[in-house]
């Protein structure tokens, strides 16, 4: 279940109680009369059940709430009620199933803008990746995958695609591009560091290494790694249920390439830079073909069941 809470204009009021009333998805409606202050209306409160949330949220941007006044949705954790539950049976689907469209474009947007919080981990996480090459350490690869956020403007550039938003896909694409810049350039120092302190082992090459030389090897076993990845890191960012590590699994197809590309450069290896390189490109592409395409699949997969709306009833627009 999800909780909404409105904020109505008073001449938007009953228009949106007409329609809460009558939508299957919605439970446990309440109404404060002249609650808000600003900006000033009434305050309407329901729960809804997640395969739902999205005809609603369209249904209350007709009647221009948005504009006027405002509509939040938060998770419900715990619902113990058998409202709830009549609601969540009424409606078609299955809610871990539902991608909640608003709930999607939130969550990219706050994760696509370029930070300073964002090019640290991505300096660090590279740094660390740089030092498993060196030290043909599997273990610390994984460690810099943990840490890599890359994750959020990849799937901003998928949402943006496949919205068609031309802004989103910007923002998106200047944060990874910046971020992946910047951890080139840190492993890049880090190896001519690590090279100037003598911990370099002796001949040391990318493609030498015999745990770690996959990172400057492209292979069409890499794009397929890459495309799941990408699939799974779709479906944790729109179902209920998203796993702990999907951007550990991002990070498998990126990170890495960044560290490979930034160690062969110090060394003056142009031949492995450029794998690297390339392998990061395909992957990159890989991830986000992979999101656009899954977001399509769900959307249409989701209409389906439920309809384009979700139900066919729409509101009736206020009396000016």
């Known amino acids: 279940m999800l909780h909404l809470r409105i904020v109505s204009p008073f001449e938007s009021t009953e228009a949106v109680l007409d329609f809460l009333r009558t939508d299957p998805a919605t439970a446990n409606l309440a109404v404060l009369r002249a609650a808000a202050l600003d900006p000033p209306g009434d305050l309407i409160l329901c729960d809804l059940a997640r395969e739902g949330v999205n ?6 941007r007709e009647l221009g709430i948005h504009d006027r006044g405002s509509i939040a949705l938060e998770n419900v954790d715990v619902s113990v009620s058998a409202a709830a539950q009549r609601a969540e049976a009424r ?9 909640v469209w608003e709930d999607v474009d939130a969550r990219v947007r706050d994760e696509s803008v370029l930070t300073a919080g964002f090019l640290a981990l991505l300096v660090i996480a590279s ?3 740089a030092v498993g090459l060196v030290e043909d350490a ?34 998106a694409l200047v944060t ?14 880090a190896t001519v560091l690590m090279r100037g302190a003598g911990a370099l082992p002796e001949g040391f090459s990318t493609h030498t290494q015999p745990l770690t030389s996959f990172v400057v090897e492209p292979s069409m076993l890499s794009f397929a790694v890459a495309l799941l990845a990408g699939v799974a890191g779709t479906l944790s960012l729109t179902q209920a249920k998203a ?7 991002i990070s498998v197809t990126t990170i890495p390439a960044v ?11 142009a031949e492995d ?34 309809g384009p709306a979700g139900r066919s009833s729409r509101p009736s627009a206020p009396a000016s």
């Not at 992946?180 to 350039?185: F, H, R």
């Not at 560290?259 to 290896?269: C, N, P, Q, R, S």
Request: proline share 3%; hydrophobic share 65%; glycine share 12%.
């Open 55 to 60: 005809a609603v949220v369209s249904a209350m």
């Open 91 to 99: 409606v078609r689907g299955h809610g871990s199933d539902a991608a």
């Open 127 to 129: 740094v660390i990746a």
């Open 138 to 171: 599997p273990i610390l690869i994984v460690g810099a995958m943990a840490v890599g956020p890359e994750f959020g403007p990849i799937a901003g550039l998928s949402v943006g695609i496949f919205k068609r938003r031309l802004s989103r896909i910007r923002v």
């Open 176 to 189: 990874l591009v910046v971020g992946l810049v910047a951890g080139t350039v840190a492993a890049f120092i």
């Open 243 to 249: 796993g702990a590590l999907i951007g550990v699994l």
């Open 259 to 269: 560290a490979a590309i930034g160690a062969a450069a110090a060394l003056g290896d």
């Open 273 to 306: 830079a450029r794998a690297a390189a390339v392998q990061l490109g395909i992957n990159v592409a890989a991830l986000v073909i992979a999101g656009v395409v899954t977001l399509w699949v769900q959307r249409e997969a989701w209409e389906r069941v439920t």
